[in-house]
């Protein structure tokens, strides 16, 4: 029995993380562009993360464009400032796009 509730405690502990960003990225209104894992007006976040694995400088530089909006990486269409998301928001969403496999 104790090895089902510590199980099942892990499991919550590392998927609790992951719905919260994703909860964070559909009150920011990040979903309503981009989904997981296909491509919407923006890229998949799925593809994001493949693009940038292993890059060191990738979180900061993603948290900065999720604020300040960018183009001419994913194509022609440009993605707009997000002017509602502060430092520590963006911070923890470009960590979980990172995190997405």
């Known amino acids: ?7 099942l405690a892990a499991l919550a ?8 960003d994703e909860a964070l990225a559909k009150a920011k209104n990040c979903m309503a562009c981009h989904a997981i894992d296909k491509k919407l007006v923006g890229p998949a976040y799925k593809d994001v ?3 940038y694995a292993g ?3 990738a979180a900061d530089m993603l ?3 999720i604020q300040k909006g960018g183009s001419g ?20 969403l470009a ?7």
């Not at 502990?13 to 919260?20: D, E, G, L, Q, T």
């Not at 960590?95 to 496999?101: M, N, Q, T």
Request: proline share 6%.
């Open 73 to 92: 990486v994913w194509g022609a269409v440009p993605m707009p400032a997000n002017t509602q998301v502060n430092d520590a928001e963006a911070k923890k």
């Open 63 to 65: 948290a900065a464009k």
């Open 55 to 57: 890059d060191a400088k």
């Open 13 to 20: 502990a590392v998927s609790a993380p992951a719905m919260a």
């Open 1 to 7: 029995m104790k090895r089902v509730l510590f199980a």
């Open 95 to 101: 960590a979980w796009v990172l995190s997405l496999k």
């Open 49 to 51: 993360a493949k693009k």
